[in-house]
């Protein structure tokens, strides 16, 4: 059985902090899952980290899609979180709405993620009232960063703080079942996790959520493109992986591999028929 969104809510109330990694390709995601880790975001991130995008806004629905299966089939216990890509629940209700579902029905993911707070509460309400659990997601937007000109922190002055608080209370009051602070003060975090009902998963947010999130290639060190300086790196992945790489390209090359051990016999006798 799956972690559930109410599992979710009551680790809030009983204090206990929860985690929440990304995750777009099944051997990943079930190492996620096997450490235990309830919430698994196949995030629209994979655009930046595995696709190679200039940001997350290119990615389609197709392409969440493809990696969310690879995510569901390695997982047994996590709920997987399906991001909805840019444009995809902006236009309107029903789109909102027809996409949201794809990702349940489709893609075999448990719960949807979108960007916005005020602005697409009317969509979460819908959603949610169509039995899919919805994450909100509010601070920095990255599929908003054209608009905010680049991955900027936000909620820095008092209108724009009180903006974030607003974005919270309208998605708790629209059925959202925890809500993601991306890049915000922390004791503004602190404040809106306090303020509300539902679990703040934080990233860039300080250490006063009740949960916190992160991109798995920037804790592990797999992705050094751009390093965000709320990533902390528990490893050094392309370290470990260059240094593979090249020792194989140097043993093939130098006919050290592969050896007696990687190679399968045959009978002398057949070998000798063919001769
Ligand atoms: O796309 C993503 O990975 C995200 C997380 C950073 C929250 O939205």
Redesign the pocket.
């Known amino acids: 059985m799956r972690i559930t969104i109410n599992q979710i809510k009551e680790m809030k109330q009983r204090g206990e902090k929860i985690t929440m990694l990304?995750a777009y390709d099944y051997a990943t995601a079930r190492l996620v899952d096997e450490a235990e880790i309830p919430l698994i975001?196949v995030?629209?991130?994979l655009g930046m980290v595995v696709l190679g995008y200039e940001s997350?806004i290119p990615v389609t629905m197709e392409e969440m899609l493809h990696h969310t299966k690879a995510v569901v089939r390695g997982t047994k216990k996590a709920m997987v979180i399906g991001?909805m890509p840019f444009m995809t629940y902006h236009i309107s209700v029903e789109d909102a709405l027809y996409n949201a579902a794809r990702f349940i029905q489709e893609g075999g993911a448990q719960a949807v993620?979108l960007e916005g707070g005020v602005t697409v509460a009317e969509k979460v309400k819908r959603i949610v009232e169509c039995g899919i659990p919805v994450m909100g997601?509010i601070g920095l937007t990255?599929q908003s960063i054209h608009q905010f000109g680049g991955f900027k922190l936000q909620g820095k002055t008092p209108e724009a703080a009180a903006r974030v608080l607003e974005d919270a209370r309208a998605l708790e009051e629209a059925g959202a079942f925890a809500i993601?602070l991306?890049t915000v003060p922390a004791p503004l975090a602190k404040l809106i996790t306090a303020k509300i009902s539902i679990p703040t998963i934080g990233?860039g947010a300080g250490p006063d959520c009740d949960g916190q999130?992160q991109?798995i290639n920037d804790i592990l060190g797999s992705f050094v493109d751009f390093v965000p300086r709320h990533a902390k790196q528990y490893t050094r992945l392309t370290d470990i992986i260059s240094k593979a790489v090249t020792q194989y390209r140097d043993e093939v090359k130098a006919g050290k591999f592969p050896t007696e051990k990687q190679s399968h016999s045959m009978d002398e006798k057949l070998l000798a028929e063919l001769t």
Request: charged content about 25%; overall charge negative; proline content about 7%.
């Open positions: 990304t975001l995030g629209d991130s997350t991001d993620k997601h990255p993601v991306e990233i999130v991109v």
